[in-house]
């Protein structure tokens, strides 16, 4: 399909992850202190982005190599993160994750709302199920099968709704004089008693003028592809060979129709790393020194956790095509993986490097033509920009070097019009 006319979707993406190790120059800031977030945030609105978006794991508690590696461990909660940094730029939108099978919706609901007013209309939910027990344990509890865990969604996704739904948009008056503040004709009752979640409502927030926050969904089983089908107006999906992309690409498509939905209307996004530098050759140099990087003993603990198993309990040179079956995780990479006939210190390369893909590695030239190559003929939206050294000065160097090409060939916005996140994925 021809995209050519259309704006580009393209968020940097991060998990507070301080593995991230790798500087081409000094660091201003250490990953701990608030300021290197904030550079995040400025840089990423210069490059007229939609949002950024911030991924949400506390699985790797009790995992030396994790602690060691900062691999997703520790990590500050993104809400509140958040919270401070829409204060430092005006149109950036974000993205912030929270499990279905971890927070009560009521909490989530009034969570939510709450950063909608906050950031005044640039937030957005990645709506997970969750895949990792070592997650719930922290919590004291036993994480719900797969499937249960998409028809408990559901429920979820629905009650949120209706709580944020209970405060019509008109509902506040704030006529003061006459001691009414809101109108108790327009503040519903939600008395929703499910199988899983119960809520009396009406949600203690008001509704933000500028809509309910924006859904977001990461989901690649056949249930999550319905689910992001039915609620997500942003996708997105796990990364993998064109074809297996390609294919991806059309069943969401086809569950946001099914869903009764105009299938365009969903931006897919598809994660990517790359780098870009003044030039193709100094951006191979990199690219080198960015594969070494990151230590093996990461990859295999990230590809545990991606497994939803004990996969650690293999030895490392098993072929992902013996243990496929035990998957409970994230399938799409392990299938790739078994195709491919990778062992599990293959895909664990795979995973921590995220440069192996040389066609975003280059000048801004080399890569914005792979990025419309890419997008036109797969039939997707954009990507999740997820840095490959020091994340300050990668969003920088995205945004001021593969930003302007962008924009250059009219694929990238030279200035935010609107300033809210859902205009944005008009
Ligand atoms: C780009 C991307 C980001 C994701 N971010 C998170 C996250 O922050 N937290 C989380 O628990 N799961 C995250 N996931 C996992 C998905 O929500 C989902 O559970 C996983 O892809 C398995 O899909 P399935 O449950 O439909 O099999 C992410 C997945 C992708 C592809």
Redesign the pocket.
């Known amino acids: 399909m021809d995209n050519k006319n259309s704006l580009l979707h393209i968020c940097p993406f991060f ?1 507070y992850e301080p593995d991230v190790g790798l500087a081409f120059e000094p660091r201003e800031h250490d990953w701990t202190e608030i300021e290197y977030w904030e550079m995040i945030a400025k840089w990423a609105e210069h490059g007229r982005f939609d949002a950024i978006f911030f ?3 506390w699985g790797a508690a009790r995992d030396p190599v994790s602690i060691r590696n900062g691999k997703n461990f520790p990590m500050l909660d993104p809400l509140l993160l958040v919270s401070r940094l829409s204060a430092v730029v005006q149109n950036l939108g974000f993205l912030v ?1 929270m ?1 279905t099978s971890f927070y009560n919706p009521y909490m989530v609901a009034r969570k939510m709302q709450t950063l909608n007013h906050i950031t005044n209309g640039r937030i957005g939910w ?1 709506i ?4 990792n027990q070592k997650e719930a344990d922290q919590l004291g509890m036993t994480l719900p099968g ?1 499937d249960e865990r998409y028809e408990r969604a559901y429920e979820y996704v629905d009650l949120v709704k209706k709580l944020w739904a209970s405060w019509e948009q008109d509902a506040v008056v704030n006529d003061y004089e006459n001691n009414h503040i809101s109108d108790v004709d327009k503040v519903h009752q939600v008395n929703f008693d499910g199988n899983w979640f119960s809520s009396a409502g009406p949600l203690a927030v008001h509704r933000h003028p500028a809509g309910d926050p924006v859904l977001v969904q ?4 056949p ?2 592809m319905a689910f992001a089908g039915k609620h997500a107006e942003i996708i ?3 990364n993998g060979p064109d074809h297996v992309k390609k294919a991806r690409v059309e069943k969401l498509r086809a569950a946001v129709s099914d869903a009764g939905r105009d299938p365009y209307s969903v931006k897919i996004l598809f ?1 990517i790393g790359g780098c870009v530098a003044a030039s193709r050759a100094e951006a191979d140099e990199r690219a080198a020194q960015i594969a070494e990087s990151v230590p093996d003993e990461v990859g295999l603990s990230t590809v545990e956790g991606l497994s939803g198993f004990d996969l650690l309990s293999h030895p490392i040179d098993t072929k992902i095509s013996e243990i496929v079956d035990q998957v409970t ?3 799409g990479l392990f299938n790739m993986a078994a195709e491919k006939g990778w062992t599990i210190l293959d895909t664990a390369r795979f995973i921590t490097n995220r440069v192996s893909d040389t066609r975003f590695v280059g000048a801004a030239n080399d890569v914005a033509d792979s990025i419309e190559a890419e997008t036109e003929a797969l039939g997707f939206d954009g990507y ?1 920009f997820r840095a490959t050294y020091f994340a300050p000065h990668y969003v920088r160097d995205m945004s001021t070097m593969l930003v302007p090409e962008l924009q250059r060939r009219g694929r990238m916005r030279k200035q935010y019009e609107t300033n809210t996140l859902r205009s944005y994925l008009a």
């Not at 990461?218 to 089983?221: E, I, K």
């Open positions: 998990q991924a949400d794991f994750t499990s990645n997970v199920t969750s895949v797969h990461a989901g690649s089983s249930e999550g997105f999906s796990p994660p995780g994230v399938r999740m």
